[in-house]
């Protein structure tokens, strides 16, 4: 979006001055039309950077969480049934929400709203606070006149995304504590434990064991060169956070992540939970099912995924069934597949969709809870080795000298 600055005059003929953001000239005057404004002069601005005042924000405010966007669609959705104006209610929001970043959008969105915008497109300006189902989702209600029920989906959408990431988190605690743990334990032994030992190991004037002389070796080295590794970890992870940044390296990982053990099946029930929840709520609302499937295929969080349902969008749009472009994508279980041809038949595809949700999220329940019992044989052997190496690289010299004493 780029910056203008423009001269028109109003309905009843007085000049009008200010500055808007359009895509070019050309939809800024279409805009001041559609308001009841003759355009006489539109000149592009540049526009001043605010480096200081950019940092003072990125610092002082954090993007709005799940629960923001929640209360947000919430209250839109009873002022909107409530019958108050569309300006007023997000006016009054703005003065009233505690995160300053979502406080400054939905500023701009009164602004936009006064200056003639709609809202789905006031919001498309937001993208990094506004998803693209929840600008779909607007779009439809502005269209059809329910702007209420349209929120009143999207709260109950972000609310069961909400709780679906709250219990995924609540299952991966432990098991990262443990493993958090076990770093430092590690860490500890060989900075300050093995140390102390191998001094003790030196005044024997013996050979150590192979185990022995392994972690004292280790341990010197990361006494040694500790900055340097610490730096080499920083530099990995900046090195892969910036890789999966990219376009390659988002697909990549997201392929990775369907086909982690223990927790792919997880990640790959919850994704496509999420992606047949947001269908159905997208084809209740009557978004056309060729956009509805490239609306939700960018609600899924995953590249990989991403692409599968594209390749659907595409298979339908030559004619196939969407069972048929269903099963190509090899994502979804037979099960899934016998329900999607049933919705097809009997007209009732949104209603299928959310008998899959459920599936889904049932599905995901079960795993989450099973998923520390899974996970603990695997940190008790973990723990096991460890101390079985400790044990031999440190107590058997200590055997030695016992010995040695009672010669």
Known sequence: MALFQYKARDAR??????????????????????????????LPLKKRADVWGDLKKRLGSSRPTLDDL??????????????????RAINGLAETTRNTTLAEVLTKLRQDLESGRELNVAMEMHREVFTPL?????????????????????????????????????????????IVAI???????????????????????????????????????????????????????AGLNYYIRSEGGRYRWGRLKLRLPIVGSIITRATLGRFTRSFAMASKSGVPLIQALTVVSRAVDND????????????????????RTAAATGLFTPLVLQ????????????????????????????????????????????????????????FLPMWDMTSLARG
């Open 13 to 42: 003929g007085e000049l009008v001055r200010g500055e808007l953001e359009a895509g070019n000239a050309d939809a800024l005057a279409g805009q001041l039309l559609n308001s009841g404004m003759t355009p006489l002069e539109i």
């Open 70 to 87: 929640i209360l947000f669609c919430r209250q839109m959705y009873t002022l909107s049934k409530a019958g108050v104006p569309i300006i």
């Open 134 to 178: 929840m600008i779909s989702m607007v779009r439809v209600g502005e269209n059809s006149g329910k702007m209420d029920q349209a929120f009143a989906q999207l709260a109950s959408y972000l609310e069961l995304e909400r709780d679906t990431r709250k219990r995924i988190k609540a299952a991966i605690r432990y098991p990262s504590f443990v």
């Open 183 to 237: 770093a430092l334990a590690i860490a500890v032994v060989n900075i300050f434990v093995i140390p102390a030992f191998a001094g003790v190991f030196a005044s024997m004037n013996r050979d150590l064991p192979w185990q022995t002389q392994i972690l004292i070796n280790t341990s010197n080295f990361t006494v040694a060169y500790w900055p340097y590794l610490v730096g080499a970890m920083l530099l990995a992870g």
């Open 304 to 323: 990989f995924v991403t692409e599968r349902i594209l390749s659907m969008r595409n298979g339908i749009e030559r004619g196939d069934s969407m069972t």
């Open 339 to 394: 329900m999607l041809a049933v919705g097809e038949e009997t007209g009732a595809v949104d209603q299928m969709m959310d008998e899959v949700s459920d599936f889904y999220e049932r599905e995901v329940d079960y795993e989450l809870q099973n998923l520390s019992s899974a996970i603990e044989p695997i940190l008790i052997v973990a723990v096991g080795v460890l101390v079985l190496i400790l044990a031999l690289g440190i």
